[in-house]
Nanobody, 122 residues
């Protein structure tokens, strides 16, 4: 199973921004996604992107604030997070799937990273 490696988390104040990244693994996967898990809560879908055409989906909770993108030259997927709120505090995970379906459930994705911590202070 291929291991993804996220980076780019950190500590910011409310209203700030972060941009976690996830290197794409040799174009093996068709779809990449971000999920998050806050302490004491279940994992939550954040966003997903199809590498071939850039089609995206977002959770309602982040729509208008977060943007998922991919950089073909750098072979990397990004999650631009603007206007961060304390409730965005969580470990953010990159996930990937070979299917072309933009799934919003964790079982849609076979490969996962170890996560990067995002903490938003009020």
């Amino acid at each position: 199973q291929v291991q993804l490696v996220e980076s780019g988390g950190g500590l910011v104040q409310a209203g700030g921004l972060l941009r976690p990244s996830c290197p794409a693994v040799g174009r093996t996967f068709s779809v990449y996604a971000w999920f998050r898990q806050a302490p004491g809560k279940e994992g939550e879908f954040v966003s997903t992107i199809r590498w071939s055409d850039g089609t995206t989906r977002y959770a309602d909770s982040v729509k208008g604030r977060f943007t998922i993108s991919r950089d073909n030259a750098k072979n990397t997927v990004y999650l631009q997070m603007n206007s961060l709120k304390p409730e965005d505090t969580a470990v953010y995970y990159c996930a990937a799937a070979r299917s072309y379906t933009l799934g919003i459930y964790s079982h849609n994705y076979a490969s996962w990273g170890q996560g990067t911590q995002v903490t938003v202070s009020s």
